[in-house]
C-alpha cells in the first residue's frame, strides 16, 4: 500500500484499486494532487473516492481529468463525488467523459454541505 500524501490541506489515501481524497483540492495544491492521482491510476487504481472532498472548483475537475489522461484504453475510472465536486463535473459535462463514469456519493457517504 502506497504511503497516504498530503498536499497543504488535502490528502489522499490508497485501499486497494480505491484512491481516497479528503479536504480541498483548490489552486495551491491541484498539480500535486493530479500527479499522485494520475500515478495510482497508473498503478491500477480503478476506483477514485472524492465523497471527502469539502472544496473542489476548476482545479479539482483539472486534477481529475489529468488522472482520467492517464487510464489505459478500454478502462474506465469511477469517480464517486461529494455533492459540490459532482456538482462541478457535471456544469463541465463530465458526467459520461470518455474513461471516466462520475456518480454522487451513496447516501451517508458524502461529506456534509458548509452551514448544513
Known amino acids: 500500500m502506497a504511503e497516504p500524501f ?7 489515501r490508497r ?4 484512491l481516497h481524497v479528503t479536504g480541498d483540492i483548490d489552486q495551491g495544491n491541484w498539480v500535486d494532487v493530479a500527479d499522485r492521482i494520475a500515478a495510482e491510476v497508473r498503478a491500477g487504481v480503478l ?9 473542489f472548483g476548476a482545479a479539482g475537475v483539472r486534477a481529475v481529468m489529468h488522472g482520467r489522461d492517464a487510464v489505459p484504453p478500454g478502462v ?3 469517480v464517486s463525488c461529494a455533492p459540490m465536486a459532482f456538482r462541478a463535473m457535471q456544469i463541465c459535462g463530465l458526467l459520461t467523459s470518455d474513461r ?4 454522487p ?5 458524502a461529506q456534509p454541505e458548509a452551514g448544513a
Open 15 to 18: 485501499d486497494g484499486a480505491v
Open 100 to 103: 471516466l463514469r462520475v456518480t
Open 47 to 55: 476506483h477514485l473516492d472524492l465523497t471527502r472532498v469539502s472544496f
Open 6 to 12: 498530503r498536499a497543504d490541506v488535502c490528502s489522499t
Open 76 to 78: 474506465t475510472l469511477q
Open 105 to 109: 456519493a451513496a447516501d451517508g457517504d
